[in-house]
């Protein structure tokens, strides 16, 4: 699909999250400020999973709530939430800084609890009948401004000013950045109001494929999630004495791999999606595999970026089934129900990677393994049973 033939909505839309996206360096940048002020592995673990447990009972509430409402609006108030958060680990010192620590953390995690809304907004506005295709477009250009600014970033925080102190400053910069890309939704994103989600005539709920998506989605969310950011920074840091320059090549190779991951997905046959996924799946159990084996810094460069190729190579595709079992009036209730669903599952999570990363460095991608083989298993099955993307009547 070329960039001439995307809706001039869908690309205004797409341009918002290739805006925002210099600003996800402050998911490496948090838990490392943290580890180097003095917290474990494990206590940062622990302190992600309080704030999971604080902020798991919103997400069904905000869901209903919003669709009800102008998605739009849910979309402004993720960057506000977001930019307040960004602020407070900036201004965090001295005695208090545990506090707003938490505080801040808590008010970035309730800005989770809205981002059902991002795929409720795309399920609408993206063209139903080419979401395969877009999807490749909506992965691709994102993967450009990280491409471009996580290394300096990284050489920046690295070497030049080194210091924690220096974080600070960049979570206030990019706190207060959030005001402009506010304006951006404000101005230029088309509002998706109640009356534009209509469900396509004829559409039937289907129960059997949608146990399905929530059984994958329960692999799939563990395995990721004994494998955050914290362990990576870790090993990297912490037992191979690298810097955060060197966590940002690796987000680079992985921008780099998902660029050329996009490409690739485009050229798989319609009606092979359930064999791209199950690919997808055995490409990250080979990461995962590499990774528990405790590998040098190049290895890990080389096999986060292969991951992120598996990723993806599969995303298009399952994103399009799942879009096709849900209906679009209740878009956003559902995708909702389902982040609440990955929230339960990744609850205690953090702590658990902690807690396995503190016994040794690469144990959580050794669990990882075994996940992703299992997911990738399933769809291989199901793909052998049928050439669309349908479930099988047995799973109803």
């Not at 970035?108 to 979401?131: F, G």
């Not at 780099?256 to 997905?265: E, H, K, N």
Request: charged letters at 15%; glycine letters at 6%; a neutral charge.
């Amino acid at each position: 699909m070329r960039w001439s033939e995307i809706p001039q909505d869908a690309k205004t839309y797409m341009l918002y999250h290739t805006l925002i996206a210099p600003g996800l360096i402050v998911w490496i940048l948090f838990p490392l400020y943290l580890m180097e002020t003095g917290y474990s592995v494990l206590e940062v673990g622990a302190f992600f999973t309080a704030v999971n447990i604080v902020a798991i009972p919103l997400t069904y509430l905000f869901g209903r709530l919003f669709n009800r409402w102008d998605i739009k609006k849910g979309l402004i108030a993720i960057d506000i939430l977001d930019g307040i958060a960004y602020v407070l680990y900036g201004l965090a010192k001295g005695a208090v800084a545990p506090l707003m620590f938490f505080a801040g953390r808590t008010i970035e995690k309730l800005s989770t609890v809205l981002y059902p809304l991002y795929r409720a907004y795309e399920q609408i506005i993206y063209p139903e009948d080419k979401y395969e295709e877009i999807f490749a477009w909506h992965l691709r250009l994102p993967e450009i401004p990280r491409l471009i600014t996580f290394p300096i970033l990284g050489y920046i925080f690295g070497y030049v000013y080194p210091s924690p102190e220096s974080y600070r400053w960049a979570f206030i910069f990019f706190g207060l950045f959030s005001a402009i890309t506010v304006a951006y939704i404000w101005f230029f994103l088309p509002s998706v109001g109640k009356e534009e989600r209509v469900t396509p005539e004829g559409f039937t709920f289907k129960v059997g494929e949608f146990k399905v998506l929530l059984a994958f989605e329960a692999l799939l969310t563990l395995a990721w999630a004994l494998t955050p950011e914290l362990v990576l920074i870790n090993y990297i840091v912490f037992t191979l004495h690298k810097t955060v320059f060197e966590v940002t090549l690796i987000a680079c190779a992985n921008s780099l791999a998902s660029i050329l991951g996009t490409y690739a997905s485009e050229r798989v046959p319609k009606g092979r999606g359930f064999q791209a996924i199950g690919i997808g799946m055995f490409i990250n159990a080979f990461y995962a595999l590499v990774m528990a084996l405790a590998p040098p810094f190049w290895l890990v460069l080389a096999v986060y970026a292969l991951g992120d190729f598996g990723n993806t190579l599969w995303f298009p595709f399952y994103r399009s089934w799942m879009f096709k079992l849900i209906p679009k009036e209740k878009a956003s209730e559902f995708h909702a129900a389902i982040s609440s669903y990955r929230k339960l599952l990744g609850l205690f999570t953090p702590f658990v990677a902690g807690a396995l990363a503190s016994l040794h460095a690469t144990l959580p991608y050794a669990v990882s393994l075994a996940l992703f083989l299992v997911a990738g298993a399933m769809f291989w099955w199901l793909a052998g049973k049928r050439d669309n993307l349908t479930v099988v009547s047995a799973f109803d």
